[in-house]
């Protein structure tokens, strides 16, 4: 255990945290199986935190009270670092607050807090936004969690899938230079059960910004009846994005959030902007996901 990082057991699972941007860097059995993508050359992220924003603003700047600020894709708390409230055995909790670096780039006192819980079957994390200022506090706030695909070396990518608790027959949305196009798009999921391949990602994410379901199964479903597995659910969350990189890259994310990309020609004032929590003064909105693994 150093200052920098903090690795939580229970039963057969190890999870590790990191303090920069209170991201999880690994998720392993005691067989052997990571399940969370290592950082490679393709993507150089585990599964970082998205807030204050998920997604783009157009020009990745913020507008309020006429008044300008700089705020790049996804936000700051995942290049922010995070300060340990609880470095337990099974459980760790993580704390920013705003700063006089945050509040050059987004002007509103906020308290965000991460726990990580882990069983003998998953790991938990509940996510606690807190606004600790005099005025209504808008935000958005999601997971990128990118896992390994495949999950078992030398199997086709191909032979994975995305099984959601429930038929996803809605529309999805797709960016355009990182903003949310107008159209929306068919589902590309047949029935509950999307097929994977690196061609669904050609146009970036695939976002379900109407999703019927609260859980969805990551697993080789097609030829092999074996072998490792997550599934992933979710509570306060309103969308899910799904990306890769269509060059190839070995890593699925599956991304619960509450908010998404600013709609392209949508220039306005940052609080009229679709999608984001308005969290009253004293008051705080708490989310959680939870990814349980397996071998069978």
Known sequence: MTDDTHTIRCGGLAATIKAQ??????????????????????????????????????????????RTYRMTQHGFARDSRFAWMERGESRCILVLEDSETTRALYPFAFRL????????????????????????????LGGHPAFNWPLQPGLAKESYALSFANAEPSPVRRLDGGLLRPA?????????????????FVDDAIIFDRIASTSVRYAAEQGASTGPWLKMSWRGFR????????????????????GYASPAGFDGEFTDKAGLMHI????????SFRVEVGSS
Not at 32 to 50: D, K, N, S, T, Y
Not at 120 to 134: C, P, Q, R, Y
Not at 187 to 196: A, H, I, K, T
């Open 113 to 140: 807090t991460a726990t990580y819980a882990l069983d003998e079957s998953g790991l938990d994390l509940s996510l606690v936004v807190a606004n600790t200022g005099k005025e209504m506090l808008p935000a958005s």
């Open 21 to 66: 941007g209170a991201e999880m860097c690994s998720l392993a059995s005691d067989a052997g199986i990571e399940f969370v993508w290592q950082a490679g050359a393709a993507w150089p992220r585990h599964a970082p935190l998205l807030f204050p924003i998920v997604g783009r603003l157009a020009n990745d700047e913020l507008r309020h009270r006429g």
């Open 184 to 200: 929306t798009e068919p589902s590309p999921v047949q029935g509950s059960v999307l097929p994977l391949s690196e061609s669904l």
């Open 239 to 258: 969308e899910l994005g799904v990306w890769s990189k269509p060059s190839g890259a070995p890593f699925l994310c599956i991304e619960p959030w509450r």
């Open 280 to 287: 009253a003064p004293g008051t705080e909105e708490q989310l």
